[in-house]
């Protein structure tokens, strides 16, 4: 359904909502072990996240990646759309160009409701929520 690098994204940005939520920083490494990814892939991933303000850095010894009271709040369709853009939100279940109310594809009246769930799903769902059930290990972000 995502992208890769979005589906990192994800997973990324609430490791760092958990692994910050004492006021750390977390850097690259740690990130990237405690999500199973790669170290160079990641880091360009929350480079470009740091850009748009979902994730926070700070340079030096004591540096790292973070988030804020603001940042904890964004939703992981904040996520998505800056990675993988709407179109998932938006676009067409065949992937046709010119499907629309007047111009349906076979699944276009399906497909709405299903995106229209999704949206309001990852739209509700904030960054910062996972955090306890990370901590009792109910939930879990690598395999």
């Given at each position: 359904m995502?992208?890769k690098?979005?589906e990192?994204?994800?997973?990324?940005v609430?490791?760092?909502?958990?692994?910050?939520s004492?006021?750390?920083?977390?850097?690259i490494?740690e990130?990237?072990?405690?999500?199973d990814?790669p170290?160079?892939?990641i880091?360009k991933?929350?480079?470009?996240?740091s850009?748009?303000?979902l994730?926070l850095?700070?340079?030096?010894?004591?540096g790292?990646f973070y988030l804020?009271?603001?940042?904890?709040?964004?939703?992981?369709?904040d996520v998505v759309?800056a990675?993988?853009?709407?179109?998932?939100f938006t676009g067409?279940?065949?992937?046709?160009k010119?499907?629309?109310?007047?111009?349906?594809?076979p699944l276009?009246?399906?497909f709405k409701?299903?995106?229209?769930?999704i949206?309001k799903?990852?739209e509700?769902t904030?960054v910062?929520?996972?955090n306890?059930k990370l901590?009792?290990?109910?939930?879990f972000l690598k395999?």
């Amino acid at each position: 359904m995502f992208s890769k690098t979005c589906e990192y994204a994800i997973r990324a940005v609430i490791f760092i909502a958990q692994k910050s939520s004492d006021g750390s920083k977390v850097g690259i490494k740690e990130i990237a072990k405690g999500i199973d990814s790669p170290e160079h892939f990641i880091a360009k991933i929350l480079q470009d996240l740091s850009r748009d303000g979902l994730v926070l850095s700070q340079k030096g010894p004591s540096g790292g990646f973070y988030l804020d009271k603001k940042s904890l709040h964004s939703s992981l369709a904040d996520v998505v759309k800056a990675v993988d853009g709407d179109k998932i939100f938006t676009g067409c279940g065949l992937g046709l160009k010119q499907c629309s109310e007047s111009r349906p594809c076979p699944l276009h009246n399906d497909f709405k409701k299903i995106r229209a769930n999704i949206f309001k799903t990852l739209e509700s769902t904030k960054v910062g929520e996972f955090n306890e059930k990370l901590e009792a290990s109910l939930v879990f972000l690598k395999r």
